[in-house]
């Protein structure tokens, strides 16, 4: 046994943790958690299969291959050299165990649990007695990752890392302790998370953590626990931001002037999404736990500000965040070419993470929206339908059939610096989570995921059960279950799509406003309803087996990019439902850099169960330019769109989302051929 | 021991063979024979060694694996059902037989030869008693290919094919005789020629064969064994063309009137490349044949005329012909189209035979440019750099990133019905004997193919070394050394495009005559040479050791089509020495659709020793057609071209051959955007 599993024992850890119900301020609308709802959904429930079955037991094959894990034996036996390129590398392991956890509190498999212990206990051996986990320097101290500094904490502002590792352990730890109910993993994050929070706060040692996490990290500790340390901890790393006072506030550089790190004034002051987009997502994250457990209102005005500023100026029309490659970065307002679009897998995730805070806040369904917008598009994009190939990067556009990677496959299997492939096999578990909320008597449906849930009002057990073949079809069915008659006000979500708004701001309109809206039936007989921040509020006294139906308009939309985004000009993106779509070589001639996408396009729309794991296709009749003998012409083409989220799943290819409605040459070449020239014209 | 076998020991058929010299009239020009040409080549040699280690093995294996000698071994046994597609699938292992036994005299190899002996035996037993040999027949005579009549020879013109299967073992049989010495399968296909010969001729049956290539193997035949009836059934095999009555003279229809089997009117009154490409070809080779063994003028006169047609107004500029898919036929005079080019392999190999023999009859370089244009390029694209994977047609434009046949790889193992490998197979190894040749103390060079051989000037042997680069390097060197100082011409082929002749005929020119010539050196002194039929006649007394330079100017040639070939009007097609150029998608961002290749680009040209096992490429700089934003424009792009020989071999993208000089455009859309329109524009 070594010395720190003796020091667990001596904790009597479990003494320690309070019930949830001694917080006094939180979110006013909690989530149903995963683990009360019941996938029964063709679309997400073989994803969250796959994510069990192939994405995380590859995930932990990579951490053992790549020696992620030996760096936790070699920490343990304080031996060795680092063994891999980052020190924050220990973040893999972490997310995969919480991706695990998820996972086994849905599909038990002992197997896997068995090698979650053994690995959390690799974990636990590679701690230092008074708590500190971080084997790029525990490995040989006296000769830490040139990333570390020399001392504990010392370069944590720019490259250590520690915190960040410290972050994931807690997220990992919570989500390991809630799926399975054991402390192991715990007990190593609070152990090193008392000693965090020894060593920083006022009057301690102070620093606004380079790579954030660590803030979201302590607030489930605290929510865990109820120990106020881990939230005030939380709400210290937020406001020691913007107090450094090295950097060089007159530059425009983000790296120069703490833009970067998000730490170039106090969050209270930023008013935009700026610099690192995971980083920015994590404390907006943080941002809206903290303003929720302490009411501070100023840190609620902020984080509404901030995410006011990202949905209107700086999100693609597929949900991605961090247009800018160079430090995987928000670009300036309107910033979002698409040749060369970022996109952060990693950033989508995050987005949902604060989206789904953002709607506990407000109760309001434009977050919801937005998170949708993420999780249909942008975020499952970055996983192959393989559920073991990856994008770290999602493109918008492909300019040539080489792709953006000439050597590589489209997409890798993992990467040297691998934060997405776990940080996708960590949410893809825990996406029933995103469904339901409750306040009270107000039960929201936000997403349309077919399964089932049970939660409480009062001392009432209320069944709900949501059958439809969302995102493909627009009727959507739920049925209420409650053991007796009970009143409550179901609150379900109309997307805004549904109701002509392609985005809750000005970046994204519909070309057309659409005459369609969304109906609702109770038990067959249409219902007028009420519209409240998005959600159609039905309040009545509900029976056992009610069924609500609930039908969106499923046009296909023409999407138009707000005309201060340059390089949406004149295009047009494809919307049908939440889902995005996209043209690849695969299915027009070869080629999508040449289609055109005229207003008045018809579009015929088709479920082929065949292709791509089966997905909604739109066909037409589209103008292709294209050069015939020595003409630049546009001839009648096949058009085959398919949703954004399954591209590159065959080969390399040209990809495109944004299609011009129509193009005028300029500067096409005029010298006369060589014939023309002997025969004297 | 089989009857057929016994048959063989009582024929004694040694006795029965003269030498070549008790015939008559022969070509005037005899090349000089493979098994006299040693190659060292850098070009050829691997292709060569390619063909001997992996397309013959490969070929022999496919004729196990799709049941093409198990059609023999029924055949043999007399039951079964024939189990492959097509009556004439005998030929693929005749003409593996060809290739192993040209292979066989220059690589030894005792397990093949082995091999060769035991599929001769299958052949031999699969032989009925007179001679008849024919494994869609005798497998099942009561039920043979419904493709072959119920009857001997009675769909011959049609579909049987059996004349065809007949000539295919002729060629075998002299080959493998005169690689190995052994008269097994020559055996065999003198007792079915002497069945052929006793069931057609003058007063018994006649018949125009419906694919050619029965007259070519007659006459070799006639070569090998002096025996009269073989070339004069050859012969009256040529003028049964022409005089069946079953045809409808008036219709266009190829198929209808005849023109499909070169079967409309009689060769001699035919002027016009016509019909299947490759029957055609064989055919014409066949007319070159007896025209030289008969003196027949008109004959002569009749293949002269349709070799002007073809090399005037029905080849490609890489020397593919038989331009139209359905027919795999030549096309009408000037019909050429890119997209849809035709290009039968074996149309080349058939192309090849006839340029030799053409040579032969006249002594004309015009024939060896030819036959170097189909050899370096519209040949040699038919097999893959692996040896194993061919094309059966040679496309001249590709123009998506699909390739023409979606599912399946650019090239193919294997086809159904397989001509184009075994084609392959048979002529490769053959090469060495089209270099050089000899009448009387006129000593041909022909192709420039590094190696060296021994002939004979008297009673003088004479040595001929080539060093050289070619056809990366326009420096040639040849070193004469004859046992002693003896007088004789050499004459050096300067090819038709070191002066300034594209084509030997208006069909292709370069756009700019070149300032440079080819020049020539002696023992290091320059010399004047007279032009002679295209060759530089170099007579004088040779002594040990002379060397002789030739130095070919090897610019960058931009070549033009005729006019009236519409698909290449504006457009340029590039040539350096004999090898054509393509741009392949792989070194050209993935597109070749959109290149420009203006009058005035300037290339480099640099050899590339890793690149499809080394090329010369040319780069230059070009516009490319690209649609940004809303507008199609022209942007500057490197581009590299590759021999077009080397093209498929990376995979399947555009190709193009024929490159706009400029474009204009025409008829692009001009609707207004949705953003334009809402604004009123």
């Keep these: 046994m070594t010395t720190s599993n003796i020091f667990l024992l001596v904790l009597g850890l479990g003494a320690a943790m309070p019930a949830h119900a001694q917080q006094t301020a939180d979110y006013p609308i909690r989530a149903v958690p995963f683990t009360k709802v019941k996938l029964t959904d063709s679309f997400w429930l073989p994803r969250l299969k796959t994510n069990t079955d192939v994405t995380i037991p590859a995930s932990f094959a990579r951490c053992e291959a790549t020696n992620r894990v030996k760096n936790f034996e070699m920490a343990a036996a304080k031996s060795g050299k680092f063994a891999t390129v980052y020190p924050f590398d220990d973040t893999d392991i972490y997310k995969t165990i919480e991706g695990a956890s998820y996972s086994l509190s849905v599909y038990p498999d002992a197997k896997l649990d068995a090698y979650v212990d053994e690995l959390i206990r690799k974990v636990g051996a590679a701690q230092e007695p008074d708590g500190y986990l971080y084997t790029a320097r525990t490995i040989d101290p006296a000769h830490p990752h040139h990333w570390a500094g020399q001392e504990r904490w010392e370069k944590e502002r720019e490259l250590s890392h520690e915190l960040y590792n410290a972050g994931h352990l807690y997220e990992a730890a919570v989500a390991h302790y809630e799926a399975t109910g054991k402390k192991t993993l715990l007990t190593i994050a609070l152990k090193n998370a008392d000693l965090v929070c020894s060593v920083f706060g006022p009057g301690k040692r102070t620093v606004a953590p380079g790579h954030e996490i660590v803030e979201m990290g302590l607030v489930k500790l605290y929510r865990a626990t109820g120990k106020p340390e881990y939230l005030s901890t939380a709400k210290f790393f937020i406001e020691a931001r ?400 398919i949703p954004y989220y399954a591209w590159a799943n065959r080969g390399k290819g040209e990809m495109t989302v944004w299609f011009p409605e129509r193009v005028t040459a300029v500067d096409l070449l005029s010298q006369p051929t060589a014939q023309e020239a002997a025969a004297g014209k």
């Excluded at 980083?279 to 995410?307: C, P, Q």
């Excluded at 990467?415 to 776990?422: A, R, V």
């Design 242 to 641: 913007g107090q450094y006072k090295g950097y060089d506030s007159k530059s425009a550089d983000p790296f120069k002037n703490g833009q970067y790190w998000q730490d170039d004034q106090p969050v209270t002051a930023q008013t935009e999404a700026e610099g690192h987009a995971v980083r920015a997502e994590y404390l907006y994250s943080a941002m809206a736990d903290v303003a929720a457990l302490t009411g501070d209102k100023k840190l609620l005005a902020a984080v509404d500000t901030i995410w006011q500023n990202m949905v209107g100026k700086k999100m693609y029309v597929q949900g991605g965040t961090g247009a800018v490659p160079a430090g995987e970065r928000f670009g300036a307002n309107y910033e979002l070419p698409n040749t060369t679009a970022y996109n952060e897998t990693c950033a989508s995730v995050a987005d949902v993470y604060w989206n789904q805070r953002m709607f506990q806040l407000h109760g309001d369904a434009k977050y919801v929206d937005v998170m949708e917008k993420v999780l249909y598009n942008g975020l499952i994009s970055g996983v192959g339908l393989d559920g073991k190939s990856f994008f770290y990067s999602n493109a918008m556009q492909i300019k040539n059939a080489m792709g953006y990677h000439d050597t590589e496959p489209a997409r890798a299997g993992w990467f040297e610096c691998s934060c997405c492939p776990t940080n996708l096999a960590r949410l893809m578990p825990a996406l029933p989570g995103y469904v339901y909320a409750q306040k009270d008597r107000d039960l929201y449906v936000n997403l349309f995921v077919s399964g089932n849930t049970t939660l409480r009002i009062g001392k009432q057990n209320i069944g709900i059960t949501q059958q439809n073949n969302y995102p493909w079809d627009g009727g959507l069915k739920f049925t209420v279950n409650p053991a007796t008659a009970t009143d409550f006000t179901l609150r379900l979500r109309i997307p805004g799509w549904a109701r002509n708004q392609a985005m809750p701001s000005s970046l994204y309109t519909f070309a057309t406003p659409s005459s369609q809206t969304a109906t609702i039936k109770i038990n067959g007989r249409p219902v007028a309803y009420t519209l409240q921040n998005g959600y159609a509020v039905l309040a009545r006294k509900w029976r056992k087996g009610d069924v609500v139906d609930l039908t969106l308009p499923m046009e296909v939309r023409r999407v138009l990019a707000n005309a201060q985004v340059k390089d949406d000009l004149g295009k047009v993106a494809l919307q049908r439902g939440p889902v995005i779509y996209c043209a690849e070589w695969k299915d027009n001639n070869g080629k999508t850099s040449n289609l055109i996408v005229p207003a008045g396009t018809a579009f015929s729309t088709a479920f082929q169960p065949g292709l791509l794991n089966g997905v909604m296709t739109l066909t037409a009749t589209v103008p292709a330019v294209e050069v015939e003998a020595t003409s630049v012409r546009t001839v009648p083409q096949a058009f085959t769109a």
